[in-house]
């Protein structure tokens, strides 16, 4: 009886301490990493800058399991186009702190804004976001439209529910929902990232980059948050209002996306029928890094557009 409540015991316990067991960022690990690290009103945020100093801002926000690293190919190219393209980690992955808080979108934007006012940085912005970060752009954008010149989505959430049923339960439920998606989440991105672990593309190392996130500790309490927040539901409204402040809108779609379904696009075309989009031929979710070629071709041609219009 108790040898049989002893192996429950453990088997419940397993996954909080596997959590338990991972390390934090460690000093050494920031003070080998490029780019700078500020402390910010949430705490310490890992960012850098590519490209000219004097060119035009170009903002990049990362995706849910990824992080900074994921702009390497499109920062340089957006680069060579003269763009001054600032990048940096979510809180709870990359090299960012760990904080604790619900990761909704004034979360998220809190960080953006203290960024920015620390780098001192003035409008107009191009903001770029991927997956999750395609969410957390279209939320920036309609708070400060004003402050905005171009926003482009890459394969991006916010027009559907993308949780599934394993995901759902783990989102909706207290306290068994975490120990549920530290037992099967874990899983789940290691697979995926198994699966594309011989795609070619504009980021050298970026599935090793991958796992190395999935050591830390507080990442995957952070996705979980996330998806709690920001991912809970729609943009709805955000691209309504992106639509009415006569934002150029870009959207890029990856065709075999298993993640973000192309049909999200439709949702995007109905809130906001003067967005352009584009999708990319035998992509998937990871178009920003598998495919920056089309994804710097098509915005070349949004931008030679706008410039005509």
Known sequence: ?????????????????????????????????????????QGTTHYAWIGPEHGPVALCIHGLSTSSYVWGGVAKGL????????????????????????QDSAFFLQQITDLLAHEKVESPLTVFGYSMGGAIAAHFVAAYPGKIDKLVLLAPAGMQ?????QLRIA???????????????????RKGLLAEADLPGSVPGINALQHGETTRRGYFPAILSSLRGVLRGTAHDQHRAIAAAHIPVLAIWGQDDDVIPL?????????????????????????????????????QSFCDQAAAD
């Not at 906001?272 to 031929?281: D, G, K, L």
């Not at 598998?290 to 915005?299: L, P």
């Open 161 to 165: 529910n993308i949780a599934g049923s």
């Open 263 to 299: 049909s999200s696009k439709d949702a995007l075309a109905e809130w906001n029928p003067t967005a352009q989009q584009v999708v990319v031929s035998g992509a998937g979710h990871g178009v920003t890094y598998s495919h920056t070629d089309d994804i710097m071709t098509a915005f």
């Open 1 to 41: 009886m108790w040898f049989a409540l002893l192996f429950c015991a453990c088997i419940l316990a397993t996954p909080l301490a596997r959590e338990w067991m991972r390390k934090d960022v460690s000093d050494a690990q920031r003070g080998a990493a490029p780019g700078q690290f500020a402390k910010l009103s």
């Open 171 to 189: 989102r909706d439920w207290p306290v068994i929902g975490d120990w549920l998606f530290l037992l099967v989440y874990p899983n789940l991105l």
């Open 79 to 102: 680069a060579r186009m003269g763009y001054r393209v600032l990048v940096y980690d979510h809180f709870g992955r990359g090299l960012s702190d760990t904080v604790h808080g619900r």
